[in-house]
């Protein structure tokens, strides 16, 4: 009985652990159906690029009006935005590629945010600001990130099949719909930003998209259906947010990297042992042709 | 006279700096069967990009019988296609539903019967719940195929569909094709086979970068602008006079 409580006690015990829990538990329902069609996508990349890229607004928020919400919300979206918009020109009119256009981009956002709060703040604020701090999440932040999960939930529900149908195959609903395919894409990076924005109050600029991505990842591993994959996804990352804090109570780690650590190995055992493109799978299958 | 479905003005197509077309013009007939041959970057899947809407012409007009405009399928060339999504035949083919469905309309039973009659006329019936992943590449044309069935449209755009297939399943194919144009649809369809061409395309259009010409098949075979002999790298547009 007593083990069962261990379970437990944290989330009774500490309203800190209730609402890390809330916060955690909001982004994996929001941010992990996102993180299959990213995957899908192939836009993994591009997220990540994207995370890093919020840190100079961020920090421009910082550096203007402290560790605010509003403000560093605010420069966190533009900064992403300007990136994005950055990309989007480099790639178009001159030979980089999108991925290399990205990588040019985050590194330099992220060397511009970390110089920029090294004027002003200290190294507690910087790795505030570059890996979160779940623990430390207030109201006001919780119904960001409520808000910002619900509305992900609200709008992939409405597009889902538009959504499914342009990743798949982008002209098809360019055709059938007449040129709404290039706004179905604009609120996906949308969502895409909201959820990055949300999951850098809780994760950081640098692992914000881990409980998007790597739990969607986990999931491919395990069906081919990509109906099924949607709420896996979001099933492994309340998993990992659950045992993340857990682990992060009981045996003193920082609570971020805690969780993207137990999302992250789902990942690499789905990898293994999935029924599904796994190791397993492909020697299974070596067998049966041998 | 009845308007043409597509009728193409001097159009202009443009990527940045790359001019995929020039001054392109030509009218297709309802109904009319027409292949699109050229060398490769002759600006093919650029033109039928432009008649499905997908780009718009940077200079020149095109115009659509406007009871058209809604009634266009058009099928990429396989690459541009993300071939290991997770979805079943049957949810593939399903997604020619979409303009009837919408977003949220849900699919009845009478849908599945349709899209699996749809299957059936690509022998992809037993297959239904097989992954798309584990499809053939002749398969999965014929599965495109039988999207199509259900798209049901006026104007039929082919971008390379008989690449890489056998000689059965593109036999399989044509027939299709050909039920398609008995039935009055317009169909649009590049190529480099100019076997196929002349055994199955009445009409051609002919392109470089510039149209080079368009009409009747077995005319541009006579006026040698389409032969045997000739390979398709070797088409070229002929450089212009210069004046005075």
């Known amino acids: 009985m007593s083990e069962i409580n261990l379970l437990f006690d944290p989330f009774i015990d500490f309203a800190f652990m209730r609402r890390a829990l809330a916060a955690a538990f909001a982004l994996s329902l929001g941010g992990a159906p996102l993180g299959v069609f990213m995957m899908l996508r192939r836009m993994t990349l591009v997220g990540d690029a994207l995370s890093h890229a919020l840190l100079p607004g961020v920090a421009i928020g910082f550096l203007v009006a402290g560790l605010s919400l509003g403000a560093m919300t605010i420069g966190g979206v533009c900064a992403a935005f300007i990136v994005g918009g950055m990309a989007v020109f480099l790639t178009r009119f001159t030979h980089l590629k999108e991925d290399s256009a990205f990588t040019l981009l985050y590194l330099l956002s992220l060397g511009i945010g970390v110089t920029l709060i090294s004027l002003k703040g200290s190294n507690t604020n910087l790795l505030h600001l570059l890996f979160g701090n779940i623990l430390a999440i207030d ?12 509305l992900s939930l609200f709008t992939i529900a409405i597009f889902y099949r538009r959504f499914v149908i342009e990743g798949f195959d982008s002209s098809f609903l360019g055709v059938v ?35 998007m991505i790597l739990p969607a990842i986990a999931s491919r591993f395990w069906s081919h259906n990509i109906n099924v994959l949607m709420p896996m996804a979001a099933c492994l990352a309340l998993v990992s947010s659950y045992t993340g804090l857990l682990l992060s109570f009981y045996v003193s780690l920082p609570s971020g990297p805690a969780i993207v650590l137990v999302a992250g190995s789902m990942g690499l055992v789905s990898a293994l042992i999935g029924p599904v493109g796994s190791v397993r799978a492909s020697l299974k299958e070596n067998q049966q042709e041998g | 006279m009845q308007t043409p479905p597509i009728l193409l003005e001097n159009v202009s197509v443009s990527y940045g700096p790359h001019k995929a077309l020039e001054n392109i013009s030509g009218t297709f007939q309802a109904g009319s069967l027409t292949a699109v041959a050229g060398p490769n970057g002759a600006g093919k899947s650029s033109l039928l990009k432009l008649i499905a809407g997908l780009v718009r012409p940077r200079k020149g007009r095109i115009t659509l019988a406007p009871e058209m ?18 979805l079943s035949v049957m949810q593939t083919v399903c997604i020619g539903f979409w303009p009837e469905l919408g977003d949220i309309a849900a699919i009845s039973s009478s849908h599945k019967k349709r899209a699996l009659k749809a299957l059936e006329q690509v022998d992809l019936a037993q297959m239904k719940d097989r992954q798309i992943g584990m499809l053939s590449g002749g398969q999965f044309q014929k599965l495109l195929f039988a999207r199509l069935y259900l798209q049901d449209p006026q104007i039929l755009l082919l971008d390379e569909p008989f690449a890489s ?3 059965e399943t593109t036999a399989r194919l044509i027939g299709i094709l050909l039920d ?15 076997l196929l061409i002349k055994k199955y395309f009445p009409d051609s259009f002919l392109l470089a970068g510039k149209c080079l010409g368009t009409g ?9 602008l389409l032969s045997f002999d000739l390979d398709m790298a070797e088409i070229i547009a002929p450089k212009e006079e210069k004046k005075g």
């Open chain 2, 69 to 86: 405009r809604d009634k266009i399928g058009y099928l990429p060339q396989s690459s541009a296609i993300a071939r290991d999504y997770p």
């Open chain 2, 180 to 194: 398609w144009h008995k039935k009055g649809k317009t169909i649009i369809c590049v190529l480099h086979d100019l």
């Open chain 1, 177 to 211: 719909s007449r040129g709404t395919e290039s706004w179905v894409r604009q609120i996906f990076f949308m969502l895409l930003m909201l959820n990055l924005v949300a999951a850098f109050q809780a994760m950081g600029t640098l692992m914000a998209l881990g409980l």
């Open chain 1, 139 to 150: 109201e006001a932040t919780l119904g960001l990130v409520a808000s910002i999960s619900v």
């Open chain 2, 216 to 224: 009747h098949t077995h005319v541009l075979f006579e006026k040698n």
């Open chain 2, 165 to 167: 297939l056998d000689g």
